[in-house]
């Protein structure tokens, strides 16, 4: 009865007033054996649990494959146009542009609106 006791009721008091923790779920856990560490490795080498060895990805950047842009000379990097970010200002611009475009064609409506009106 005693040693039953020590197995279920030792594990909580020992326990006791302990939060939290890490458990190792790994195989062999915090004890394991260098056999079991190397095995370890061995598959996370292998591929483990997401794929990350592949590496027949071809990375880019706006469009073109990285190692093309890396082996192009300056003078053909003038040559491809690229799409580039516009800055604040440019951007501005174009809005208050587009805003005068916008008054203008209003006012030459009312305009030609006057003038039939005047006409009648």
């Known amino acids: 009865g005693h040693e039953l006791r020590q197995k279920t009721l030792g594990v909580e008091y020992s326990s006791r007033g302990k ?3 890490i458990v190792d779920k790994r195989e062999g856990g915090d004890e394991a054996t260098e056999t ?7 598959k ?5 649990k997401y794929n990350l060895g592949d590496n027949n ?5 706006y469009g073109e494959a990285l190692g093309e842009t890396l082996q192009q000379t300056p003078e053909e990097e003038q040559t491809v146009p690229r799409d580039r970010r516009k800055h604040k200002d440019e951007i501005l611009e ?4 587009k805003s005068k475009a916008a008054r203008e064609e209003k006012k030459k409506e009312t305009e030609e609106k006057h003038n039939e009106i005047s006409q009648l």
């Open 44 to 48: 996370v080498k292998e591929g483990g």
């Open 36 to 42: 079991q560490m190397l095995g370890r490795m061995r």
């Open 57 to 61: 990805e071809v990375l880019t950047h």
């Open 94 to 97: 174009e809005i208050i542009e």
């Open 19 to 21: 939060a939290g923790g």
